[in-house]
């Protein structure tokens, strides 16, 4: 049993210890994974509490991956909120903040230039640590797919960052 399905595990038999455990070591990659899919760090932060409420009152049941589990979930959270967000208001991407301060704003700008496809991509295999398979099943794509649209988003990062572009 890994990590994340010992502690979603110890969730289902009401341990606090156990969440806050996961909380506290999904809380910044996966705040990271939706400030860059939502690029609005209130809705960002408002979609993490989500998650972890839904986590915490109604854990899933056992999965092959839990914590990809998770970063779906997320993910499915993250386009809901936006888009009820939209139809209330237009998204100000200018005022948002990143959160992770040990990336620099250069690297934010560099990501805020990929498409919203790639970013997501980038940032699972980054923030998240996820391997491509997994990446595959979050985002339902084709592993291929998965494959060349990170090597050619980092690419188009290495350009960005070096001023080539």
């Known amino acids: 049993m890994d ?3 010992e502690k979603l595990q110890g969730i289902r038999n009401q341990d606090i210890v156990a969440f806050e455990a996961l909380y506290e070591k999904l809380k910044k990659p996966l705040f990271t994974f939706l400030f860059r ?9 408002e979609v993490l509490q989500e998650v972890f409420l839904k986590l915490y009152s109604s854990p899933p049941k056992p999965s092959t991956n839990a914590k990809a589990y998770i970063f779906r979930m997320a993910h499915n959270v993250a ?9 209330c208001a237009e998204i100000v991407h200018d005022e ?11 690297i934010d700008d560099a990501l805020e230039r990929l498409s919203e496809r790639d970013r997501k991509i980038v940032t699972l295999r980054i923030n998240g640590e996820f391997k491509f398979r997994e990446i595959s099943v979050i985002l339902e794509l084709p592993l291929g797919t998965v494959l060349w649209v990170y090597q050619k988003a980092i ?3 290495q350009i960005f960052v070096g001023g080539s572009q």
């Open 3 to 5: 990590f994340f399905e």
């Open 37 to 45: 899919l939502t690029r609005n760090h209130e809705i960002a932060e």
């Open 79 to 87: 386009i809901d909120a936006v888009k009820k967000e939209s139809r």
């Open 96 to 106: 948002c903040i990143a959160f992770d301060s040990t990336i620099g704003f250069e």
């Open 155 to 157: 690419k188009q990062l």
